[in-house]
T-cell receptor, first 116, second 112 residues
Framework: EAGVTQFPSHSVIEKGQTVTLRCDPISGHDNLYWYRRVMGKEIKFLLHFVKESKQDESGMPNNRFLAERTGGTYSTLKVQPAELEDSGVYFC??????????????FGEGSRLTVL | GENVEQHPSTLSVQEGDSAVIKCTYSDSASNYFPWYKQELGKRPQLIIDIRSNVGEKKDQRIAVTLNKTAKHFSLHITETQPEDSAVYFCAASKGSASKIIFGSGTRLSIRP
């Protein structure tokens, strides 16, 4: 079974440009999350989809970030325009809940974004 | 909102000794507490988790304890080995359809 895949693995852009990150979750997983890890610090929550709906986007830093999940399958995270502080590793994860409990998160390998 | 604090940020132990990492959470409604290990350049992976209806869970050299009253949980690694060197993250969730919030991570180094 294929795991969570992310593309690109690394992107280098200049301040003011646009970048779109893509995540393909494990087939059948309703939950899809985006996280960001900056400078080796915490894994910071950005947002959570349940199928195609945004369940929680309280972690999105500002309106320069836009996430979509087409038909409840893959997801994209667009940063427009990019700023220096957006640099970091963006992780996508998917899961399937079990009854009352959150299911195990399966992470992708991350997309490293460098904004110059 | 939910907040998870993790200590220490770095930990160095002699090979064969035990390592303990501690976390506290703020939301008493949290009911699921996973631990993830991230090796250098790799993706985070689940190593053990515990649900709020139990106080302790063990898997070979790894154990997790949960104190719901104090709202804290801990990871215990015994007989540490070089391959245990990694960054460890605790996390908490309020259940189905809820986000999972992570602690700030602990970089564990095993000295030969």
């Amino acid at each position: 079974e294929a795991g969570v895949t992310q593309f690109p693995s690394h992107s280098v852009i200049e301040k003011g440009q646009t970048v779109t990150l893509r995540c393909d979750p494990i087939s059948g997983h309703d939950n899809l999350y985006w996280y960001r890890r900056v400078m080796g610090k915490e894994i910071k929550f950005l947002l959570h989809f349940v199928k195609e709906s945004k369940q929680d986007e309280s972690g999105m830093p500002n309106n320069r970030f836009l996430a979509e999940r087409t038909g409840g399958t893959y997801s994209t995270l667009k940063v427009q325009p990019a700023e220096l502080e957006d640099s970091g590793v963006y992780f996508c994860a998917s899961s399937q809940d079990w009854g009352l409990y959150t299911g195990e998160l399966f992470f992708g390998e991350g997309s490293r974004l460098t904004v110059l | 909102g939910e907040n998870v604090e993790q200590h220490p940020s770095t930990l160095s132990v002699q090979e064969g000794d035990s390592a303990v990492i501690k976390c506290t959470y703020s939301d008493s409604a949290s009911n699921y507490f996973p631990w993830y290990k991230q090796e250098l350049g790799k993706r985070p992976q689940l190593i053990i988790d515990i649900r709020s209806n139990v106080g302790e869970k063990k898997d070979q050299r790894i154990a997790v304890t949960l104190n719901k009253t104090a709202k804290h949980f801990s990871l215990h690694i015994t007989e540490t080995q070089p391959e245990d060197s990694a960054v460890y993250f605790c996390a908490a969730s309020k259940g189905s359809a809820s986000k999972i919030i992570f602690g700030s991570g602990t970089r564990l180094s095993i000295r030969p």
